[in-house]
């Protein structure tokens, strides 16, 4: 199941992937909108489809931003982490 926002970009609502969590034994995917700021509420996600966000300039057909790559999987493997406790 791919969970997304309103459009390309946009983040799905938290409570929707909740509820679909809670309704499928399915895996969850968030598809859209999620970004370092808004990591914490997708990281119980089985996995997240991220594109614009890590380009330059946050359009998909511009280059790869490795920095922001970097920091957003440095930031996923902590909450990972934390979740593990």
């Known amino acids: ?6 459009a ?9 992937l909740k509820q679909v969590q809670k ?5 969850v995917l968030i598809g859209s909108g999620v970004t370092a700021d808004n ?5 119980s996600a089985n996995a997240l489809i991220v594109g ?4 330059t300039t946050g359009r998909w057909e511009d280059p790869v931003d490795y920095n922001v790559v970097k920091a957003f999987v440095e930031k996923a493997r902590q909450l990972r982490s934390k979740a593990k406790l």
């Open 1 to 6: 199941v791919i969970l997304t926002g309103k």
């Open 8 to 16: 390309t970009g946009f983040a799905a609502d938290v409570e929707q």
């Open 23 to 27: 309704s499928t034994k399915l895996p």
């Open 39 to 43: 990591l914490e509420h997708y990281i």
């Open 52 to 55: 614009s966000y890590f380009k």
